[in-house]
């Protein structure tokens, strides 16, 4: 099982509202990632989880909240997002980070669509 | 990390090879050269990867230049369902597993 699960596919909030993305592995990677990708953009890096410690946080603001319970599940927290913060966001995960002598294929999940009001 | 520069566009007729080339001039010593494909309304998927030597799987070939200053992606035959955005990005693996994205080059096929 080589897929990455992502819930909801669709998300409509506004800006007042508080929601959470939520992002499923079964492959035993221990390391995952969210991602923001506006429309006709390239993918960009948001956060990534080592062995679900926040690993790396790309200056993202604190309206976005991330959060690793366990080895397999990553969820995104929401609170007064902005209309610019509508986007596709993905969430990836990898068999390691960090480790020099690996080069680990990224699996990406379909993404959630979220259109802020 | 270092840069990558792709075509914004590029055409292909079905069932006849494609090459997608992409330069990466300041490309360190330990950056291994990733390829990725994003087909409509999906997330991301591997294509191939290489650090100095060409490289086939069942998808695709990589072809490195010898300076490794550029690379090129070779799909073999297009077919319709290879119509995506495709990105080439660098990773160097001791300072993690994290991409950065370029802006990637769609590949649109012609049936």
């Known amino acids: 099982d080589t897929e990455v699960t992502q819930t909801p596919k669709h998300l409509v909030m506004g800006m007042t509202n508080k929601k959470s993305l939520k992002c499923e592995q079964h492959?035993?990677?221990?390391?995952m990632y969210w991602y923001k990708q506006k429309a006709k953009k390239p993918p960009e890096l948001m956060f990534v989880y080592s062995y679900e410690k926040l690993s790396i946080n790309e200056s993202v603001p604190s309206r976005f909240s991330p959060e690793c319970p366990n080895s397999s599940l990553l969820n995104l927290h929401l609170h007064a997002l902005q209309p610019e913060d509508s986007a596709l966001y993905l969430c990836?995960?990898?068999?390691?980070?960090?480790?020099?002598?690996?080069?680990?294929?990224?699996?990406f999940g379909p993404g959630t669509r979220l259109t802020v009001l | 990390d270092a840069k990558t520069t792709q075509p914004n566009s590029m055409e292909s007729n079905e069932e006849e090879p494609v090459h997608l080339p992409c330069n990466h001039s300041t490309i360190s010593g330990t950056d291994y050269i990733h390829w990725y494909r994003q087909l409509p309304s999906q997330g991301p998927e591997y294509v191939i990867h290489g650090l100095t030597s060409n490289v086939n799987n069942r998808m695709a070939s990589l072809a490195i230049a010898e300076d490794r200053k550029s690379s090129t992606l070779i799909l073999h035959r297009a077919t319709l369902r290879d119509a995506a955005v495709y990105y080439c990005i660098l990773r160097d693996p001791a300072t993690g597993n994290q991409f950065y994205f370029g802006t990637g080059t769609s590949l649109t096929v012609i049936p």
């Open positions: 990836a995960s990898s068999r390691e980070h960090g480790s020099s002598r690996i080069t680990d294929t990224q699996y």
């Open positions: 492959m035993g990677h221990r390391a």
